[in-house]
């Protein structure tokens, strides 16, 4: 399979590196950044000759047979649109559109291209203890589940950068809790959410507040059935990245992830005993990272169809969307 990336930024750049280096049967020949810098680099460390700063001219490259997008979120729509047009199987970073509007045009098109592979990147059903975790509810051991706590945690980053972020990454629930939302909706058994409830505060990034967002986020979702999930996001931990999800069910429950420990190292000094913790997502989430691309690249050859689809990123923004118009609102939302 000829991929070609477009994006080479904080995640593009390691899923290159996972298509260069880790996935069976990829091969990566092409790559679109506006950025000079990035293209020089794919040339220079992933031998990538197929460089474009223009993204049309790069999905209309009949040499390139599936393209992995890692842009701002603003552009995944049109992108995908694009790509799709072109005769490409796409993969695409969550979340899939900001707006339900422009994910529907995106399955609208998609519908219309069925034989190819349309992808988006909840990475976290990849993870192998999320995978056993989802193994374990299907499995009835927790009985009927009917709660979902879950949180997505990360270190406290100085530079800023989700700051400047903020302004393409629909804030705070929509870059962060969109995933926590895609696991609660596959682990309850994909119900329909109905309302929404969200709060938060900025404890350390004031800049956010321009952009009508918060470091720390807190929200509700009822889902149709009575089945309800608590999110919970922050970017400000002073230890480290800690994602956990509890699914709690009639029978029993069972927690994935946590603390964040890095490994099973426990150092004991003259400071006390403790864990060195985990820095991010990219530590926490590689194997997913690598696990997702080899579904998406098996796919694309004919192999098992992915485990989530366009609908379900719709309903995850749908559900973002209403809990980032009630943080902003104050007042419980319609989903
Ligand atoms: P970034 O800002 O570091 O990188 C964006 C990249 O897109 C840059 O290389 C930039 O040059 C490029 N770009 C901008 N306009 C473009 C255009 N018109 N055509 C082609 N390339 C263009 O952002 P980051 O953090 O890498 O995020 C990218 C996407 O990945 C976002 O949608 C984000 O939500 C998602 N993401 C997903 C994560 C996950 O856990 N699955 C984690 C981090 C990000």
Redesign the pocket.
């Known amino acids: 399979m000829r991929i070609g990336i477009?994006?080479?930024?904080?995640?593009?750049r390691r899923h290159a590196e996972n298509l260069a280096w880790r996935i069976r049967g990829a091969h990566l020949v092409g790559a679109?950044?506006?950025?000079e810098a990035?293209l020089q680099a794919a040339q220079a460390d992933f031998g990538i000759e197929r460089l474009y700063a223009s993204?049309d001219a790069f999905v209309h490259d009949p040499e390139i047979d599936a393209v992995v997008l890692?842009?701002?979120?603003a552009?995944?729509a049109d992108q995908v649109i694009a790509a799709l047009e072109a005769g490409k199987h796409v993969f695409v970073?969550?979340?899939l559109a900001l707006s339900v509007a422009d994910c529907e045009r995106v399955q609208a098109v998609a519908q219309h291209h069925a034989d190819r592979v349309a992808m988006v990147?909840f990475?976290r059903r990849f993870d192998p203890s999320y995978a056993n975790a989802m193994a374990e509810v299907k499995g009835g051991r927790v009985g009927k589940p009917f709660l979902v706590r879950s949180q997505t945690c990360d270190l406290n980053d100085e530079s800023g950068f989700f700051v400047r972020?903020a302004e393409s990454?629909g804030g705070l629930f929509m870059?962060c809790s969109v995933?926590d939302i895609d696991l609660a909706r596959w682990m309850l058994g994909s119900p329909r959410a109905i309302r929404a409830f969200a709060t938060g505060t900025i404890a350390l990034h004031e800049g956010l507040a321009q952009h009508a967002d918060v470091d720390n986020g807190l929200a509700i979702v009822e889902f149709e059935g009575g089945a309800r999930a608590v999110f919970y996001a922050s970017r400000t931990f002073a230890h480290g990245h800690e994602t956990q999800t509890e699914v709690i069910g009639t029978a029993g429950k069972l927690l994935v992830g946590h603390g964040a420990a890095r490994d099973r190292v426990v150092l004991s000094d003259a400071h006390g005993v403790r864990h060195r913790a985990v820095a991010d997502?990219f530590e926490r989430?590689s194997e997913a990272f690598e696990r997702e691309l080899q579904a998406f690249v098996a796919a694309c050859a004919g192999g098992p169809s992915v485990p989530l689809t366009l609908a379900d990123a719709t309903e995850a923004t749908r559900i973002g969307a209403a809990i980032t118009r009630s943080l902003r609102s104050g007042w419980p939302e319609a989903v």
């Open positions: 477009a994006g080479l930024g904080r995640l593009g679109c950044s506006p950025v990035e993204f890692v842009t701002p979120t552009l995944h970073e969550k979340p990147g990475v972020f990454s870059d995933h997502f989430f």
